[in-house]
């Protein structure tokens, strides 16, 4: 138990003690730095149980822990706020119980309680780019945190591999692409069709101004250009099962998934499973069959079958056209109930999705709670802003987009650059520091998209966040390769347990352990909110905390022997705790810097 679960439990019993009053919670918060004490119990809440002066209140009850709580050294009120001080022991032993944990802050595994998490879920007509990024490190460590959680967990992805935006990339290529492979042109497979998207566009452009200038309204000319009529053709085609569009289909589609993969293994995220939309889009139309007996859905005269949400202050939603095809919710449905049949276990499905689909999970949720799937409740859709450059908005067919490669390459250019100007990698070998540049960059480029709250929409400064100082990723890996100097630097053995001796412990000692004590709260909290910002500000402030112990607390120099070893853990400590932290939001931590 906490110290925190044990005072609330305490204060319980005292008010049921001092005033015959139940109360159903108790309110904390860290003391203020200029107070003294190390928690505070807030008393204005509890006034609506008992009427009286918050002061006296205050009194009565911080008497009533001393007396029954040994951990409990003195306390103070100020106005409404009873300032408990915790004897340095209650510090030291939990210090010794966390020490050599290597999975301190982690929940023990609910093999039953399963999640699904979705993310990426790119279309195969162009490379990954800055927008997938924050996806992908969004969905991977909101992943990695219900794991830490306790939950057991699936990662997955749908691949948007049909359409017409596919068959664009299709016939560009088959137009102009003079038979050009991945191998011939010595780019990544996802380049390359990513090229052809763009030139169907500019072809596109010139066909639609051609047009116009022969007195055709734009949004005609938008239809009759004939190089998007091909396009229409060739998709008629491919569901048709032509097999020579199918057979170009799946070799530039393969080609995507092999770059596809180089970038996710540069990211360093990885999937469980993998589902395709050519093998999805037709799901979900027994569903819906089903839901028309049961009268969760309705028929038009036109043959079209709709839901009605306006009980639930949305709109009617079509999720059958009156041709018997399905449209996108028809088929979201149906791979909803598809993954619960591939994984029986999941009582739940995480949706990595931008912002702009906000409605769009709203309704999907809503019907499939209608159809009556207990799992339904446990829905969420993962919503996060966008990101955005300096220079404006992307855009996939004007070829203005962050490619995520090219972001990935850029942020260990830079920080090689600022690596250099800081001058602290005498003794590296060339492949070291190449490997430390990829460490630096990506761990700059992670924690400067999760450190923020996914709502939130972020302007990306790949310069900035590559800063040595500040909220960044390489302030904190800098502070773990701090520590990891000092370990080496410590030629005696600090591994013995001191769970017998007794030290005072200084300030800095006794904030940092309240910092470690935070994190299985943290983890909790982090994976309840789907946030990894939660984790990423817990480890800055756990650094921040760490460096002001560093400054003021002499480590090595300490002459009391069991101090010294003692101050050795508790950096060893922090160094494992951030390592832990930075793990779940997917970013490396080097042994030196």
């Keep these: 138990m906490t110290i925190e679960s044990l005072i609330e439990t305490k204060v319980k019993e005292g008010f049921l003690t001092l005033y015959d009053v139940e109360i159903p919670n108790v309110e904390f918060q860290a003391t203020r730095k200029d107070f003294e004490g190390d928690i505070t119990v807030v008393i204005f809440p509890l006034l609506r149980y008992k009427k009286g002066n918050p002061v006296q209140i205050g009194e009565d009850i911080g008497k009533y822990l001393v007396d029954n709580i040994s951990e409990i050294k003195s306390y103070n009120i100020v106005k409404g706020f009873l300032n408990l001080t915790i004897s340095d022991i209650y510090y030291l032993n939990f210090f010794n119980q966390i020490a050599t944990n290597p999975t301190y802050g982690f929940a023990s595994k609910k093999e039953t309680d399963a999640r699904l998490v979705e993310y990426s879920s790119p279309n195969t007509n162009k490379p990954l780019h800055l927008g997938h990024i924050r996806n992908v490190l969004l969905g991977y460590s909101v992943a990695e945190i219900l794991k830490a959680a306790g939950h057991k967990v699936y990662k997955t992805q749908i691949i948007n591999d049909r359409g017409i935006h596919i068959c664009k990339s299709m016939l560009a290529w088959e137009k102009f692409g003079n038979g050009e492979t991945p191998e011939s042109t010595g780019l990544k497979g996802d380049k390359l069709v990513g090229n052809y998207y763009v030139k169907f566009d500019q072809e596109y452009k010139k066909e639609i101004a051609e047009l116009v200038l022969n007195g055709i309204t734009e949004d005609d000319a938008k239809k009759q250009a004939p190089i998007f009529l091909e396009a229409q053709e060739m998709l008629r085609k491919w569901e048709a099962g032509d097999e020579k569009i199918v057979t170009l289909w799946n070799m530039m589609n393969n080609w995507v998934y092999d770059g596809f993969d180089i970038t996710y293994h540069n990211i360093g995220v990885d999937f469980d499973k993998l589902y395709y939309e050519s093998k999805t889009y037709l799901l979900g139309k027994d569903i819906i069959e089903e839901g028309l007996k049961k009268g969760v859905f309705f028929k038009k005269d036109d043959g079209s079958v709709w839901c009605d949400l306006k009980d639930e202050g949305l ?279």
Excluded at 384 to 402: A, F, H, I, Q
Excluded at 555 to 582: P, W
């Design 315 to 593: 709109d009617e939603k079509l999720v059958l056209r009156s041709d018997g095809t399905a449209v996108y919710i028809t088929q979201d449905i149906g791979t909803a109930v598809q993954r619960t049949k591939d994984f029986p276990d999941v009582n739940g499905m995480i949706y990595t999705v931008g912002n702009e689909q906000d409605y769009h999970f709203k309704v999907l949720f809503l019907i499939l709670k209608k159809l009556g799937y207990s799992w339904a409740a446990n829905l969420y859709h993962l919503s996060y802003g966008m990101v955005d450059l300096p220079s404006g908005k992307m855009k996939s067919r004007e070829g203005t987009v962050v490619d995520a490669d090219d972001l990935i390459d850029e942020m260990t250019d830079t920080a090689k650059l600022i690596s250099e100007e800081l001058g602290k990698l005498e003794g590296y070998s060339a492949e070291e520091k190449e490997k430390l540049y990829k460490t630096i960059g990506l761990g700059a480029l992670k924690y400067f998209i999760l450190k923020v709250d996914p709502k939130k929409r972020i302007l990306f400064d790949p310069k900035a966040s590559v800063d040595f100082q500040g909220n960044t990723g390489p302030f904190v890996q800098y502070t773990y390769a701090r520590i990891q100097s000092i370990l080496r630097k410590a030629n005696f053995n600090y591994n013995d347990s001191l769970d017998k001796i007794e030290i005072s412990l200084h300030p800095k000692e006794k904030e940092l352990i309240k910092q470690l004590e935070l994190y299985p709260g943290i983890i909790e909290q982090a994976a309840a909110n789907y946030s990894p910002a939660i984790i990423a500000n817990y480890t800055y402030d756990l650094v921040k905390e760490f460096n002001s112990f560093y400054q003021n607390v002499s480590i090595l120099g300490e002459e009391d022997n069991n101090k010294k070893v003692f101050r050795v853990q508790l950096s060893k400590k922090v160094a494992d705790t951030i390592k832990s932290a930075f793990k779940l939001l997917g970013i490396q931590v080097p042994e030196r810097m």
